[in-house]
T-cell receptor
Framework: EAGVAQSPRYKIIEKRQSVAFWCNPI?????LYWYQQILGQGPKLLIQ????????DSQLPKDRFSAERLKGVDSTLKIQPAKLEDSAVYLC????????????FGEGSRLTVL | EDKVVQSPLSLVVHEGDTVTLNCSYE??????LLWYKQEKKAPTFLFML????IEKKSGRLSSILDKKELFSILNITATQTGDSAVYLC???????????????FGKGTKLSVKP
């Protein structure tokens, strides 16, 4: 079974530039999550989708971050404009349904903002 | 504010040692507690615990939850160098209606196992 796919794996940009990350969850997984993991910290939820609807985006900095999952399958996370403090690994995860605890994580996209 | 606290933050042991990692939590609407292992890549799932006092076991790893005292432990016996990783504890919250909400993660415990 293919895992959660993410791209790009690494990205270096200057502050105020924009960046987009892509995630393709495990086939058949209805729930998709984007987490931000700053070095030395645990992952922090940015947004959770159930199919193509947003379940929780309370911790998403909406002035600069946006995410979509238009067809209920793959998703993109965009940052515009980026700040230095956005340097982190952006992890995408998926789960089979809304009530299952086990999340399957992708390998992450490491962002460095200079 | 919901929080998950792990201790110790880092730990260095020698192969063959037994280690205990701790996770305490203060959250509203607890649903379950999960342990993940994170090497240099994605976190991989270890255990999900929902009931107090029932030990979950997988090989040399085991975990138990105490919902009265609000903590969990992860034990690793006969450690090997391949156990070196960051171990993340996360608490799953319950949304209104009983469905699963957000996962709140601790900062992790970095375990280094020396030969």
């Amino acid at each position: 079974e293919a895992g959660v796919a993410q791209s790009p794996r690494y990205k270096i940009i200057e502050k105020r530039q924009s960046v987009a990350f892509w995630c393709n969850p495990i086939s058949g997984h209805a729930t998709l999550y984007w987490y931000q993991q700053i070095l030395g910290q645990g992952p922090k939820l940015l947004i959770q989708f159930q199919n193509n609807g947003v379940v929780d985006d309370s911790q998403l900095p909406k002035d600069r971050f946006s995410a979509e999952r238009l067809k209920g399958v793959d998703s993109t996370l965009k940052i515009q404009p980026a700040k230095l403090e956005d340097s982190a690994v952006y992890l995408c995860a998926s789960s089979l349904g809304f009530n299952t605890g086990e999340l399957f994580f992708g390998e992450g996209s490491r962002l460095t903002v200079l | 504010e919901d929080k998950v606290v792990q201790s110790p933050l880092s730990l260095v042991v020698h192969e063959g040692d037994t280690v205990t990692l701790n996770c305490s939590y203060e959250v509203t609407n607890f649903r379950s507690l999960l342990w993940y292992k994170q090497e240099k890549k994605a976190p991989t799932f270890l255990f999900m615990l929902t009931s107090s006092g029932i030990e979950k076991k997988s090989g040399r790893l085991s975990s138990i939850l105490d919902k009265k005292e609000l903590f969990s432990i992860l034990n690793i016996t006969a450690t090997q160098t391949g156990d070196s990783a960051v171990y993340l504890c996360a608490v799953s919250l319950m949304n209104y209606g009983g469905s699963q909400g957000n996962l709140i993660f601790g900062k992790g415990t970095k375990l280094s196992v020396k030969p």
